[in-house]
């Protein structure tokens, strides 16, 4: 992206980013905002990504104050709750399933930009397994989780995703992603991509303050290219993609394996494809 104007061109394939529209939200107690705050949001001509332009220009305490205090208030209080969580219980039986299968190794696992960790703590009480997880702004001190320092982070075989990429304000961050993926590895993801990002401020996942970037099943395939991923899989239950990278071992077997999971429980749990699974196509 254009360093000189941050929000001038896209950072997913750096075509011209045009005016798209705008929506209020209203404050919330511990808000940095003591008023209602108005967010302009940009939309890239050739590839549809949809990005805050209003939050990719604040300042970098600012933007970490609202993601404290919009983390701590909304999702630790489900009164105030106002979006569903990441399909958590799903989101382990997948992984867990892959990682029987050879496709995945929660052995070699990062779950980045995990909050209060809260799947590494479903993962470990209904299926024994321990992962690795990383969060820039929250920490649960009050548990026993695995959290990895910001120095001491490295490459993994498998990095989990659920809850970031609706939330950068710039290509860096995406790059801080996918450099943890090894050269072999898996990048799974969790968040909404759709043929067109809807034009209305009222559309539920712009509900969340922090959500800042609105992926298009263009742009998630142009940044798969970009960084050597080759195919995908995706599960509806789980609401998640699994991207492998082009030099993993198992590619060949994913259309076999996919095809024996969905046979075996009866149900299209996974859909796969050579390169990205545009599954979302009704918006």
């Known amino acids: 992206m254009n360093p ?30 003591q008023d209602a705050k108005t967010i302009d ?31 701590h208030h909304f999702e630790r209080n489900i009164e ?11 989101q382990s039986l997948a992984l867990s399933m892959l990682d029987k299968a050879g496709l995945v190794d929660l052995d070699d696992c990062l779950d980045y930009a995990a909050g209060y960790g809260t799947m590494a703590k479903f993962m470990s009480k209904y299926f024994g ?29 498998l990095v989990v995703n659920s809850a970031m990429f609706e939330h950068v304000l710039n290509r860096e961050s995406l790059e801080e992603v996918n450099d943890l993926v090894a050269d072999n590895g898996v ?30 099943n263009r742009s998630m395939n142009i940044l798969m290219e ?3 991923y080759s195919h995908s899989m995706y599960s509806p239950q789980a609401k998640s993609w699994f991207l492998f990278k082009k030099d993993h071992p198992g590619i060949g077997r994913i259309p076999a394996l996919v095809r024996d999971i969905n046979r075996e429980i009866q149900t299209r749990y996974f859909f796969d494809k050579p390169g990205f699974v545009d599954y979302w ?3």
């Open 41 to 71: 949001y940009v939309k890239c001509g050739h590839c549809g990504f949809v990005m805050s332009k209003t939050h990719a220009e604040m300042e970098p305490e600012e933007w970490a104050a609202l993601n404290v205090s919009w983390h």
């Open 281 to 283: 196509k009704g918006f």
């Open 80 to 90: 105030q709750r106002i979006t569903n969580q990441p399909p958590y219980a799903d």
């Open 226 to 228: 970009q960084w050597g």
């Open 187 to 216: 990048l799974m993801l969790h968040t909404v991509v759709c043929e067109t990002v809807p034009k209305n401020p009222d559309w539920f996942y712009l509900a969340p303050m922090v959500h800042t970037a609105f992926h298009t």
């Open 129 to 157: 397994r321990s992962i690795q997880i990383f969060d820039r702004y929250v920490v649960d001190e009050q548990s026993a989780l695995r959290y990895v320092d910001a120095a001491n982070l490295g490459k993994y075989r």
């Open 4 to 33: 000189g104007n941050p929000t001038s061109h896209c950072p997913i394939c750096e075509s011209t980013l045009e005016y798209y529209f705008s929506k209020t939200y209203p404050t919330y107690p511990g808000s940095p905002f």
